[in-house]
C-alpha cells in the first residue's frame, strides 16, 4: 500500500517568487513514481512533473522541479517564479514506474498567488 | 499532445436513475483507464480500474453493481451510476494509460448531482 502526505493545506506566495509545496510517501514497493497535479477550479487535473525512484536526477519542467530526497521520503514540489495562473489545487501522487498504474493522491495543498 | 475526453462535464438527475459517463482517449489507445472520485475539498480516491476487453477491478469499498464500468475498446471507457442516490453526488474523473505509460492524462471530470 502507499500513502502520500501533504501537509499544507494551504500556501500563499507572491507573484515572482518561488514556493514549496511539501509531499511525504509511505511505500512498500521497490520501485515507484511520483507525481505531481495541479487542479484548477474547473476540476480537470493537469499533469506537471513525474520523478521515478530510481531516476538520479531531480526531475524538472519547465518552472516546475521535484525536490527527490529518497532517504527522508520527500517529493517536494518546487515552482520557480509563481504567476497568478498558478493558484489552483496541487496533490502529490505515487504510482508505478513507467507502466500503467492506478495513483494515490495526497490530500492536497491550496496555492495562492498573490500580487 | 494526448488528450482524454469525458462527457458529460456537469449532469443533474434524480434520484432513482442511472447516469452513464464516458471517457475517452482521443488520439491515442488506452489500454487502461482509471476512475477516481472526488468530494468537495477532498483528494481523487481511485474507484476501479477496467481494462480493456475484460472485468474492471473495483476498489475495497466500491460496489460494483452499482457502478458499471464497460471498457470494450481501446478509446472508450464508461462508468455507469445505476440507482443514483443523493450520497453519490460527487466529482467523477477518468485518467487513460497507454501500453506501458503511466496515467498521466486525464479528463476533464464530470459533476454529478443527485436530487
Known amino acids: 500500500a502507499q500513502k502520500i502526505t501533504q501537509t499544507q493545506p494551504g500556501m500563499f506566495v507572491q507573484e515572482k517568487e518561488a514556493v514549496t509545496l511539501d509531499c511525504t510517501y509511505d511505500?512498500?514497493?521497490?520501485?515507484?513514481?511520483l507525481f505531481w497535479y495541479k487542479q484548477p477550479s474547473s476540476g480537470e487535473m493537469i499533469f506537471l512533473i513525474y520523478q521515478g525512484s530510481y531516476d538520479q536526477q531531480n526531475a524538472t519542467e519547465g518552472r516546475y522541479s521535484l525536490n527527490f530526497q529518497k532517504a527522508r521520503k520527500s517529493a517536494n514540489l518546487v515552482i520557480s517564479a509563481s504567476q497568478l495562473g498558478d493558484s489552483a489545487m496541487y496533490f502529490c501522487?505515487?504510482?508505478?514506474?513507467?507502466?500503467?498504474?492506478?495513483?494515490?493522491f495526497g490530500t492536497g495543498t491550496r496555492l495562492q498567488v498573490t500580487l | 499532445g494526448a488528450v482524454v475526453s469525458q462527457h458529460p462535464s456537469r449532469v443533474i438527475c434524480k434520484s432513482g436513475t442511472s447516469v452513464k459517463i464516458e471517457c475517452r482517449s482521443l488520439d491515442f489507445q488506452a489500454t487502461t483507464m482509471f476512475w477516481y472520485r472526488q468530494f468537495p475539498k477532498q483528494s481523487l480516491m481511485l474507484m476501479a480500474t477496467?481494462?480493456?476487453?475484460?472485468?474492471?477491478?473495483?476498489e475495497q469499498g466500491v460496489e460494483k453493481d452499482k457502478f458499471l464500468i464497460n471498457h470494450a475498446s481501446l478509446t472508450l471507457s464508461t462508468l455507469t451510476v445505476t440507482s443514483a442516490h443523493p450520497e453519490d453526488s460527487s466529482f467523477y474523473i477518468c485518467s487513460a494509460a497507454t501500453r506501458g505509460g503511466s496515467p498521466l492524462h486525464f479528463g476533464n471530470g464530470t459533476r454529478l448531482t443527485v436530487t
Open positions: 511505500t512498500s514497493d521497490p520501485s515507484y513514481g
Open positions: 477496467s481494462n480493456e476487453g475484460s472485468k474492471a477491478t473495483y
Open positions: 501522487a505515487s504510482g508505478g514506474t513507467g507502466t500503467a498504474s492506478k495513483l494515490t
